[in-house]
T-cell receptor, first 113, second 114 residues
């Protein structure tokens, strides 16, 4: 069925440490993946995306890794800051889903100062 | 600020009523997507319009309908409201017709059905 990271875990990290948020996706045919950040009371905000022909993509302080063998996606945040505290969602796209994004349940990131 | 606007920000209404949520996409974006976010269901795709035409449907109830107008703004109509329809409703926009483009989300409309 359509499922991406159904659980909603919480990750607590110390300010300045690196954070790694994981996501398991279910559709091996998915060809596009996105990470979104959602702060309380706001809409999801695009962080970074990656296509299935890549294994790694870097942005500003963020890196997304894609392991298609085990259908796993991760988001690494370097030098985590209090402003990074939010819920992080991964999403996948596949034509099998009918040209739509399927979102995971999300991971709560709490940054301790 | 994503450039996507949604009105109203909050809406409180009674069961059985009908409401209309409005979305204006970013300048230049032709696609509009609607999502529902509830505590028990997460972020669920409802429907996608591209340049006025429906492109994809998700878990949208028959009581719900949407349209995209020539000026590209979109409206989501929710009728015969039930308590379970209480949720955050987000609109997102993107430049292309395929969902494999970066989508920019609006601030959402919080609907409370009493």
């Amino acid at each position: 069925g359509e499922s991406v990271g159904l659980h909603l875990p919480t990750l607590s990290v110390q300010e300045g440490d690196n954070s790694i948020i994981n996501c398991a996706y279910s559709n091996s045919a998915s060809d596009y993946f996105i990470w979104y950040k959602q702060e309380s009371g706001k809409g999801p905000q695009f962080i970074i995306d990656i296509r299935s022909n890549m294994d790694k993509r870097q942005g500003q302080r963020v890196t997304v890794l894609l392991n298609k063998t085990v259908k796993h996606l991760s988001l690494q945040i370097a030098a985590t800051q209090p402003g990074d505290s939010a819920v992080y969602f991964c999403a996948e796209n596949s034509m099998e889903y009918g040209n739509k994004l399927v979102f995971g349940a999300g991971t709560i990131l709490r940054v301790k100062s | 600020d994503s450039g996507v606007t949604q009105t109203p920000k909050h809406l409180i209404t009674a069961t059985g009523q009908r409401v209309t949520l409005r979305c204006s996409p970013r300048s230049g974006d032709l696609s509009v997507y609607w999502y529902q976010q509830s505590l028990d269901q997460g972020l669920q795709f409802l429907i996608h319009y591209y340049n006025g035409e429906e492109r994809a449907k998700g878990n949208i109830l028959e009581r719900f309908s949407a349209q995209q107008f020539p000026d590209l703004h979109s409206e989501l109509n929710l009728s015969s409201l039930e308590l379970g329809d209480s949720a955050l409703y987000f609109c997102a926009s993107s430049v292309g017709a395929m969902s494999s483009y970066e989508q920019y989300f609006g601030p959402g409309t919080r609907l409370t059905v009493t």
